[in-house]
């Protein structure tokens, strides 16, 4: 019982740390106009990417982070490809090294 704990917590600690990574990785591959853009992101990609599925207001968790984010989605030096840009590059990163045929998996 108490090693299937441990292996329980091990593996969320791993979990967390393996979220963080990715929130600041696919964060600062990002090309926005604004520096205070970028980090914007990546504090609403933390929020957005630990409770996905959910919506803006219910991640965001009040008024002013909820506003906020509404704000940096509609803001005119924002653009899709500035948002997905940070993704593309991760992705094309992780599959640089592979040779034939890669898959992914979830």
Partial sequence: MGLTSRARDEKAHRSASDAVTWFDR???????????LG????????????????SIPMVCQDWANTKAA????????????????????????????????CSCSA
Avoid: P, W
């Fill in 26 to 36: 696919e964060a600062a591959l990002c090309e926005f106009q604004d520096a205070r």
């Fill in 39 to 54: 980090e914007r992101f990546r504090m609403l990609l933390k929020q957005i990417g630990g409770d996905v599925g959910q």
């Fill in 70 to 101: 509404y704000r940096f989605f509609s803001n005119e030096r924002v653009s899709e490809a500035d948002i997905l840009s940070g993704h593309f590059k991760s992705t094309a990163g992780t599959h640089r090294g592979c040779e034939g045929t």
